[in-house]
């Protein structure tokens, strides 16, 4: 999962070296995943302040983000946020909402309350990808 999502070049490692799986993933990063599967991804994000804006500023054009692109504040994203974020995702961006990207624990629990991991993270992009959707080569 981590290798398809880095290198189709959606979501990047911590660092040259390090992916850390089991970190947990922020709001803007899931933005700015999806912003880079919609193809438009800035050569210059990085030089930007703070990094997601130009993201963010997508989401919220899309109507990914249901806010002002300058008022987001980044945080570590529970589950739930992530699913209601991919929700709006499918069906702006899409045009898809009949997609099943989240699975539970082993006892069938979908802790929605639980941030979500960067590993997991790239598990719902391999699974955005198996189905009829944009995605940046």
């Not at 933005?31 to 050569?43: D, F, P, R, W």
Request: aromatic letters at 10%.
């Amino acid at each position: 999962f981590v290798d398809f999502a880095t290198s189709r070049g959606l979501f990047a490692g911590t660092s040259e070296t390090t992916f850390a799986p089991e970190a947990t993933l922020t709001a803007a990063e899931i933005y700015q995943t999806l912003y880079n599967i919609a193809g438009t991804k800035s050569e210059d994000a990085a030089e930007t302040d703070p990094w997601w804006t130009d993201a963010m500023t997508w989401a919220a054009e899309t109507g990914v983000y249901e806010g002002k692109a300058e008022e987001f504040t980044n945080h570590d994203a529970p589950r739930s946020e992530v699913k209601e974020i991919m929700d709006l995702y499918l069906k702006t961006v899409v045009g898809n909402a009949e997609v099943e990207l989240f699975q539970g624990n082993q006892d069938g629990d979908m802790m929605w309350d639980k941030t979500i991991t960067r590993a997991e993270w790239a598990q719902v992009l391999v699974r955005v990808a198996a189905n009829p959707m944009p995605l940046a080569e």
